[in-house]
């Protein structure tokens, strides 16, 4: 049962241009949702994040948007950089008394140059 | 300040070899987590800890993995016996645990293989 999906394995993009990548979930009662980027040989990093209360959240280049109705959210970056080229994996945070915390597969950018 | 910190960086055994991993966490953190990524996949809870104590072990395979967090700091992951299905990137983190504190901080994994 995959809870959190991330339905795009891979997405391409040019230098400059807008990156859009998207993630939807089941269940209506997670509380927090984040991007983790990870580059190779290396852990995931925490990248943003969004309470469940929210629609919108933005750090700089990188924004979030959450639609309950839809239980969707996608992560926009703008404008791309080929520093960028990682996999971005988004995650439900739940707190159930026991805080679990269900990543998707992830979604690898690639931002040409 | 130092991240979370893993050992080893990679592993290669024989099938039903036993193997350990090593994790010291940010210092301060009292939650520390182990996950499992496959290949294409995303990290999978294998256990977390509230200090010393394991709160959800729910997804850990018991049979044969098992694992401690002695004095509430660094944590010890072992495999025995390791199965060619373990061979996978085992991931460990850190917060600061608590409500609100749901951003977790990974170190760089160990790659596992079993041959």
């Known amino acids: 049962d995959q809870q959190v999906k991330q339905n795009s394995p891979s997405l391409s993009v040019q230098e400059g241009r807008i990156s859009i990548l998207n993630c939807d979930y089941t269940?209506?009662?997670?509380?927090?949702f984040l991007w983790y980027k990870k580059y190779p040989a290396e852990g995931p990093t925490f990248l943003i994040s969004?309470?469940?209360?929210?629609d919108k959240n933005e750090d700089g280049r990188f924004t979030v948007f959450l639609n309950k109705s839809a239980k969707h959210l996608s992560l926009h970056i703008v404008p791309s950089q080929p520093g960028d080229s990682a996999v971005y994996f988004c995650a439900a945070y739940l707190d159930t008394g026991g805080f679990k915390t269900i990543f998707g597969a992830g979604t690898r950018l690639f931002v040409k140059a | 300040e130092a991240g979370v910190v893993q050992s080893p960086r990679y592993k290669i055994i024989e099938k039903k070899q036993p193997v350990a991993f090593w994790c010291n966490p940010i210092?301060?953190?009292?939650?520390l987590y182990w996950y499992r990524q496959n290949l294409g996949q995303g990290p999978e809870l294998l256990i977390r800890y509230e200090n010393e104590e394991a709160v959800d072990d729910s997804q850990l395979p018991k049979d044969r993995f098992s694992a401690e967090r002695l004095k509430g700091v660094d944590s010890t992951l072992k495999i025995q016996p390791a199965e060619l299905g373990d061979s996978a990137v085992y991931l460990c983190a850190s917060s600061l645990g608590g409500p609100g504190q749901e951003t977790q901080y990974f170190g760089p994994g160990t790659r596992l293989l079993v041959l």
């Open positions: 269940n209506s009662m997670f509380d927090y």
């Open positions: 210092s301060g953190h009292n939650t």
């Open positions: 969004i309470s469940s209360i929210k």
